[in-house]
């Protein structure tokens, strides 16, 4: 994304935040806990909500991976200002940097939409979380209920993507996380809020490591 996408990214999401991410992450992240990886982390949003996991010992490591330097800059004050020793590293989500079974949740927020293969991305979530471990996901996804919608998400993907950092507005995120070898214990299909509506489809919840 570059360092001119790391300065505007938090305040171009935070209407969406205010209206919507905010609450859905505190819901998502309250049930991270043991070793945690937050793929794509981008500027540390998720941070604050790790937070209180951390001060409870519910969550006993954190890392976050992102492969964006500029981001990776703005995430470590973050960090500092909440208290948190999170291990960061910089590293695409196709190639993670750490050992099969590292951890026990793995986060993804807002992040399989603008990885260069979702395929290769969840296969890594698996290789790194340990045997019934949980894969933690909030994703705008391709509207499949609204195929009016669906069309103009695929007119527009092709300029989007080159101006959103590699954002796709089509992907069938739910069925990759299934055919990954992950069962969707829960989610929820809901529209973004204050977002744009090709942005608007979006799930959430939680898979498991077969």
Same mark, same amino acid.
């Given at each position: 994304?570059?360092?001119?996408?790391?300065?505007?990214?938090?305040?171009?999401?935070?209407?969406?935040?205010?209206?919507?991410?905010?609450?859905?992450?505190?819901?998502?992240?309250?049930?991270?806990?043991?070793?945690?990886?937050?793929?794509?982390?981008?500027?540390? #949003?998720?941070?604050?909500?790790?937070? =209180?996991?951390?001060?409870?010992?519910?969550?006993? %490591?954190? &890392?976050? &991976?992102?492969? *964006?330097?500029?981001?990776?800059?703005?995430?470590?004050?973050?960090? @500092?200002?909440?208290?948190? /020793?999170?291990?960061? +590293?910089?590293?695409? +989500?196709?190639?993670?940097?750490?050992? *099969?079974?590292?951890? /026990?949740?793995?986060?993804?927020?807002?992040?399989?939409?603008? #990885?260069?293969?979702?395929? @290769?991305?969840?296969?890594?979530? %698996? $290789?790194?979380?340990? =045997?019934?471990? @949980?894969?933690?996901?909030?994703?705008? &996804?391709?509207?499949?209920? *609204?195929?009016? $919608?669906?069309?103009?998400? @695929?007119? &527009?993907? =092709?300029?989007? !993507?080159?101006?959103?950092?590699?954002?796709?507005?089509? $992907?069938?995120?739910? %069925?990759?996380?299934?055919?990954?070898?992950?069962?969707?214990?829960?989610?929820?299909?809901?529209?973004? %809020? !204050?977002?744009? =509506?090709?942005?608007?489809?979006?799930? $959430?919840?939680?898979?498991? !490591?077969?």
């Amino acid at each position: 994304m570059g360092w001119w996408g790391a300065c505007i990214y938090d305040p171009f999401m935070r209407g969406a935040e205010r209206a919507c991410f905010a609450a859905w992450r505190a819901e998502l992240l309250s049930t991270a806990e043991g070793a945690v990886l937050d793929l794509g982390a981008g500027t540390g #949003v998720n941070l604050q909500h790790f937070a =209180p996991r951390v001060r409870s010992g519910d969550i006993e %490591r954190l &890392v976050a &991976v992102e492969p *964006d330097a500029g981001m990776l800059r703005q995430l470590g004050p973050k960090a @500092r200002s909440l208290g948190l /020793d999170v291990e960061q +590293a910089q590293a695409p +989500a196709e190639r993670l940097p750490f050992a *099969d079974e590292s951890f /026990d949740t793995v986060v993804s927020t807002l992040v399989l939409c603008s #990885v260069a293969s979702v395929e @290769r991305s969840l296969a890594e979530v %698996r $290789r790194v979380l340990r =045997p019934g471990g @949980r894969l933690l996901f909030m994703e705008h &996804v391709a509207a499949e209920d *609204d195929s009016g $919608r669906l069309t103009w998400q @695929r007119r &527009v993907e =092709p300029v989007w !993507k080159r101006v959103a950092g590699n954002c796709h507005l089509t $992907r069938e995120t739910e %069925r990759h996380i299934d055919e990954a070898g992950f069962e969707i214990e829960a989610i929820t299909r809901e529209s973004i %809020r !204050k977002a744009m =509506p090709i942005v608007g489809p979006s799930i $959430r919840g939680m898979a498991r !490591k077969h």
